[in-house]
């Protein structure tokens, strides 16, 4: 029992690439979320999703993309990778706006 | 936006010693919780306390709420070197939809050998 797996752990991209950081969870959870974290920002909402074929934009959507084709699964897409991006990225999933369970994170530089 | 605030902004005390962290947020919440991340890591749930409520326990650690000063405190009891984290409040809205969930900026606690 994994709980939440995200994967790369570390990833350094040119600005203008595109890649997927990938998450996924075994707990069964219909509720899953991606947020950034920033040094003094917190955390962030960039999408967030209530169940398969069901996503929604948070508090930071622009230049990502999500899409929830099953229940395990929840993929963050960037497009077009900007200074901007670098961060820390998390993904979560429990019951909606309550006890969430986060992955260990993915480390994003864009040069 | 962020809702919640934690005051301090990071906090150093003597391995033993009682920490006390404070959250004060803007508008009515349904609930308001508290997680731990530790350096490196994901962050992990400790306690979930809900607007009806005043105060909660778990283990070592005490919650309380006042609603009335839009405030919560975290406090952690014969703190031990392992307590060295990172701590955030979140809270979500009455009536918040399913990205209600919003972040503090945390405090950063630090415990002394």
């Known amino acids: 029992n994994a709980g939440v797996t995200q994967t790369p752990k570390f990833q350094v991209l040119k600005t203008g690439q595109s890649m997927t950081l990938q998450c996924a969870q075994d707990m069964n959870h219909e509720y899953m979320s991606w947020y950034r974290q920033d040094p003094g920002m917190g955390l962030r909402l960039i999408h967030y999703?209530?169940?398969?074929?069901?996503?929604d934009q948070g508090e930071v959507p622009n230049g990502y993309n999500v899409s929830r084709s099953t229940t395990e699964d929840f993929p963050l897409r960037l497009l077009s990778a900007a200074p901007s991006q670098t961060s820390v990225y998390f993904c979560?999933?429990?019951?909606?706006?309550?006890?969430?369970?986060f992955g260990s994170g993915t480390q994003l530089s864009v040069l | 936006s962020q809702q919640g605030e934690e005051d301090p902004q990071a906090l150093s005390i003597q391995e033993g010693e009682n920490a006390t962290m404070n959250c004060s947020y803007k508008t009515s919440i349904n609930n308001l919780q508290w997680y731990r991340q530790n350096s490196g890591r994901g962050l992990v749930h400790l306690i979930l306390i809900r607007s009806n409520e005043r105060e909660k326990h778990s283990g070592r650690l005490r919650v309380t709420l006042d609603t009335s000063k839009k405030s919560s405190s975290l406090l952690i009891t014969a703190s031990r070197a392992a307590d060295t984290a990172s701590y955030f409040c979140a809270t979500v809205p009455s009536g918040g939809g399913a990205d209600g969930l919003t972040f503090g900026k945390g405090t950063h606690l630090i415990i002394q050998p």
């Open positions: 979560a999933t429990g019951t909606t706006n309550e006890k969430l369970f």
């Open positions: 999703s209530v169940g398969a074929g069901i996503t």
